[in-house]
């Protein structure tokens, strides 16, 4: 199985401060990644896919970059709706996984 | 916009099995891939497979010999049925869709959790 490894486990900000998020895959999953948002009490939200496209409604505040092993996410300035989990999830190889998640707190 | 709502029971037996339903509404049914995803402390979100409205479900190869995901077009249900269970089975488990392989888990219904335990 592709393992997914995200880094920090916890990411203190500040609103207003750029959050960078990263995602390293064990072995090259191309661009086949996807990027959720978790808030407490809900189920996770597809923010992105194919590593840089933002899904339909998500700010462009959001940008994702990456291909192989290596991702990124960028919150350029929080708001206080993006104080919440962020979860990578590669779809190039079966079974499909996720990443740990990152948390984003104040 | 698509809706998707899972229901069964909240708390099931160690050994017993796990049955799931997820009813769709707002999109077409054989237009999506519809996946089972469970979210537990230990192992965080965990993909447990997928079908769609014509062809063989697909697994996780750790769970195969014990899950089984169907989908019933006539009623825009997918059901998941996950056979002896243990507390590790514990979790959170939501319905998801796709648009295809290729891409990510675009819609969520609210989730279930779903406990083990005698």
């Known amino acids: 199985d592709i393992v997914m490894t995200q880094s920090p486990a916890i990411l203190s900000v500040s609103p207003g401060e750029r959050a960078t998020l990263s995602c390293r895959a064990s072995?090259?999953?191309?661009?086949?990644l996807a990027w959720y948002q978790q808030r407490p009490g809900q189920a996770p939200r597809l923010l992105m896919q194919?590593?840089?496209s933002r899904a339909t409604g998500v700010p462009a505040r959001f940008s994702g970059s990456g291909s192989g092993t290596d991702f990124t996410l960028i919150i350029s300035s929080l708001q206080s709706e993006d104080f919440a989990v962020y979860f990578c999830?590669?779809?190039?190889?079966?079974?499909?996984?996720f990443g740990g998640g990152t948390k984003v707190e104040i | 916009q698509v809706q998707l709502q899972e229901s069964g029971p909240r708390l099931v037996k160690p050994s017993e099995t796990l049955s799931l339903t997820c009813t769709v509404s707002?999109?077409?049914?054989?237009?999506?891939?519809w996946s089972w995803i469970r979210q537990s402390p230990g192992k965080g979100l965990e993909w447990l497979g997928f079908?769609?409205?014509?062809?063989?479900?697909r697994y996780d190869p750790s769970l195969r010999s014990r899950l089984i995901i169907s989908a019933d077009t006539s009623k825009s249900q997918v059901s998941l049925r996950l056979s002896s269970v243990t507390v590790a089975d514990t979790g959170v488990y939501y319905c998801?869709?796709?648009?295809?392989?290729?891409?990510?888990?675009?819609?969520w219904g609210q989730g279930t959790l779903v406990t083990v335990s005698s």
């Open positions: 072995q090259s999953v191309d661009n086949n």
């Open positions: 194919g590593a840089s």
């Open positions: 998801a869709s796709l648009r295809g392989y290729a891409y990510g888990f675009d819609s």
């Open positions: 707002g999109v077409s049914f054989s237009s999506h891939y």
């Open positions: 999830q590669q779809y190039s190889v079966w079974p499909l996984t």
């Open positions: 079908v769609d409205s014509s062809g063989p479900a």
